[in-house]
């Protein structure tokens, strides 16, 4: 009896490890320093266009205007948001799993709305200084979006197959022996 102790030592008793004082985790497993900056010139760009479109004073035809700025300042905001979610320990508290997914999916969304929206506002604006600065700054966040994009799909892969690493075709199998069994058969 004088072994058991050696036996559950190590399985029963963990150390406790101290938790982090640290809020700010880049690198961590969903942001890498790289996605970092890009994410942080995501928000900056975003954040130009839309103040460069807010500060347009007459517009011929305000449709496209105002398309570019419900997707700068959405792109702005929740870009932020999932900065600072991603680059923090806030998004351990939030509940969602799939980090990696969402976060390809958005960037994906993004850049496509960005570049529509423009290209859009670039047919359609009243050719001033400040609407063909904000177009300007439009396309450079789409190409940070893509360029997000891109890096992610490079580094990561597609996300959501990540789930399937399991062959299609492999069944369970059932245990050759049952536990109630006590080896009769």
């Not at 996605?35 to 010139?41: A, L, S, W, Y």
């Not at 305000?62 to 680059?87: K, N």
Request: net charge negative; aromatic share 14%; glycine share 6%.
């Amino acid at each position: 009896m004088a072994t058991t102790d050696t036996v559950y030592n190590t399985t029963t008793t963990t150390a406790q490890e101290p938790k982090s004082r640290k809020w700010f985790i880049v690198p961590s497993e969903n942001l890498e320093k790289i996605r970092f900056v890009i994410k942080v010139i995501e928000v900056l760009l975003s954040f130009v266009a839309f103040v460069m479109e807010e500060v347009v004073s007459n517009c011929s035809h305000c449709g496209p205007l105002y398309f570019f700025e419900f997707v700068s300042c959405t792109a702005f905001l929740f870009t932020l948001l999932l900065l600072i979610l991603l680059a923090t320990t806030l998004h351990q508290r939030v509940g969602i799993d799939s980090w990696p997914t969402l976060d390809f999916g958005y960037t994906a969304v993004m850049a496509f709305l960005f570049l529509i929206a423009s290209t859009v506002f670039a047919t359609g604006n009243g050719k001033t200084s400040l609407e063909q600065g904000a177009v300007a700054f439009g396309f450079l966040a789409t190409v940070a979006f893509f360029v997000d994009f891109i890096y992610f799909w490079k580094i990561h892969g597609f996300p959501c197959r990540k789930g399937n690493n399991q062959p299609a075709d492999e069944t369970p199998r059932p245990e050759a022996e049952k536990l109630n069994s006590n080896g009769t058969d």
